[in-house]
Nanobody, 134 residues
């Protein structure tokens, strides 16, 4: 089973930057990291989990939520099975637990609409806390 581990969260002042990392492992048989898109989502206690960004490890296509567009960059290192989310100009409203998730490109839809759909993702990490102080 695919295992995702997030890291890089922490406490940062408003206006600062963070780089979140998502390490994927556990691929078996013909299943490889290239067969997946990785999405980042975030959740504040008491609220629904919301999309942040996603990247296809097959063709490199990326998507961003309006809330982070222009302030964030998602990238993938396929050789290392890693996905990164660089976040700049952080705001207190970016405070949340950030999760990465894996979507199987051969079995699920990945496009402008479906990348946001949590149900399209098969595997989830445990999350990393990001706190932005004002």
């Amino acid at each position: 089973e695919v295992l995702l581990v997030e890291s890089g969260g922490g406490l940062v002042q408003a206006g600062g930057s963070l780089r979140l990392s998502c390490k994927a492992s556990g691929f078996t048989g013909e299943d490889t990291f290239d067969d997946y898109a990785i999405g980042w989502f975030r959740q504040v206690a008491g609220k629904e989990r919301e999309e942040v960004s996603a990247i296809s490890n097959s063709d490199g296509s990326t998507y961003y939520a309006d809330s982070v567009k222009g302030r964030s960059t998602i990238s993938s290192d396929v050789a290392e099975n890693m996905v990164y989310l660089h976040m700049n100009s952080l705001k207190p409203e970016d405070t949340a637990v950030y999760y990465c998730a894996a979507l199987n490109l051969e079995q699920s839809e990945y496009d402008y609409v479906h990348w946001r759909d949590l149900s399209e993702y098969d595997y989830w990490g445990q999350g990393t806390q990001v706190t932005v102080s004002s």
